[in-house]
């Protein structure tokens, strides 16, 4: 099932010249926008909160993709659908295993945290990071299936850092207050 998604959506790689190069661009280099989107909220606004989601983010990213990703991938080594079988493959990519996609969690999780301090901007951020993984399905070097396993050890990545820093940043700012009263 996984491989027949995967071939719906690769079977229009390599066929028309803007579609690969849109294809590449959102697989490939969107995520530098979302990372520059990310870091000019420290300039913006609410300058402590903004400080605290880029800070969460960074944790949930790392998260996702060093620590989980690697664990899952150590347990269960899928090959990418290039070494697996015949594909439109339109993007060089290393042969280490492919679920669940490290990219997408990496974004997802970013996505997330961006979400639950701004929800527009979350949104956004979602939805550029689902058309990233997609593409990744079309330039030949994820299964769908590893897009969604991607998806969601981001967004539970995400979960786990916000609620952990929030009972931490809790803890600090009553410690600080106790301190400032006496």
């Given at each position: ?19 690969d190069?849109?294809g ?50 150590f ?17 060089e990519h ?18 997330a ?7 527009k901007?979350?949104?956004s951020f ?43 940043i ?9 301190e400032?009263?006496?």
């Amino acid at each position: 099932m996984d491989f027949y998604l995967f071939q719906q959506i690769n079977q229009f790689a390599d066929k028309w010249v803007w579609l690969d190069n849109l294809g590449i661009f959102m697989a490939e280099y969107s995520g530098y926008f979302l990372m520059l989107i990310l870091l000019s909220f420290l300039f913006l606004g609410n300058k402590k909160k903004h400080r605290i989601m880029v800070v969460e983010a960074f944790f949930a990213a790392i998260l996702a993709r060093m620590v989980i990703t690697s664990i899952i991938r150590f347990i269960y080594p899928r090959p990418r659908p290039f070494i697996a079988h015949q594909v439109n493959l339109i993007l060089e990519h290393s042969a280490e295993g492919s679920f669940p996609s490290g990219h997408t969690a990496f974004f997802f999780a970013i996505s997330a945290i961006v979400y639950f301090f701004n929800k527009k901007a979350g949104i956004s951020f979602f939805i550029i990071s689902f058309l990233m993984g997609i593409a990744r399905v079309f330039v030949g070097i994820h299964y769908l299936g590893d897009i969604l396993a991607g998806i969601f050890v981001g967004v539970f990545s995400a979960w786990l850092i916000n609620k952990y820093l929030k009972k931490v940043i809790n803890k600090f700012s009553q410690k600080t207050t106790n301190e400032i009263k006496e």
